[in-house]
């Protein structure tokens, strides 16, 4: 670390704002970092397109040598193949969605135990899509243990990229924990 300048702190301090890792101090914190960080950065240079989520993303990944020129922001992996929205009302009653990986740093947990502590929810639906990785199969089971007495929570598969319009139709409120 006696390599590190203060903005490389900086920039760790707002990586550990983001993403604490509860479990370590900050000291361990910026060796679990640095040691990542030494195995990643040298294949960016080995990489002809990245891909990153969000402009932040891309920042950081520029921020840490990656060339700017090859990476693509696609926000969220979602394109909606030239769809526009329409106008439409609301389903009655509301259905809720969340679209994506289903593993803990998605929050996922907070959007069920949300759902679970709405007195009155009008017969609203959450339906969660996705599937876990295998190192996430733990968090999946305590998800579903967490939903198994709510009549709204619904899981439902991993979705292609074909079915995605059609669920942008059938829901009103895409959630994004």
Not at 21 to 30: I, N, P, Q, S, V
Not at 80 to 87: D, E, H, L, Y
Not at 152 to 157: D, E, L, S, V, Y
């Amino acid at each position: 670390l006696s390599s590190w300048s203060e903005s490389s702190f900086t920039s760790l301090a707002r990586l550990i704002n983001r993403f604490p890792l509860k479990k370590f101090g900050l000291f361990e914190t910026a060796l679990v970092v640095e040691q990542r960080l030494d195995v990643l950065l040298p294949l960016l240079n080995q990489i002809d397109r990245i891909i990153a989520p969000c402009s932040w993303m891309k920042e950081v990944l520029v921020m840490n040598g990656a060339e700017a020129e090859r990476i693509v922001v696609s926000v969220y992996g979602i394109e909606r193949n030239g769809v526009g929205a329409r106008i439409r009302k609301p389903h009655r009653p509301l259905r809720f969605v969340f679209l994506g990986r289903i593993h803990s740093m998605k929050g996922v947990h907070i959007l069920v135990d949300a759902f679970n502590g709405i007195q009155n929810n009008d017969g609203a639906t959450l339906t969660i899509f996705g599937s876990p990785s295998p190192d996430q199969y733990a968090y999946a089971g305590r998800l579903w243990s967490m939903a198994k007495d709510n009549p709204h929570i619904q899981f439902g598969k991993q979705l292609n990229r074909d079915q995605v319009d059609g669920v942008f139709e059938d829901f009103d409120v895409m959630l994004v924990p």
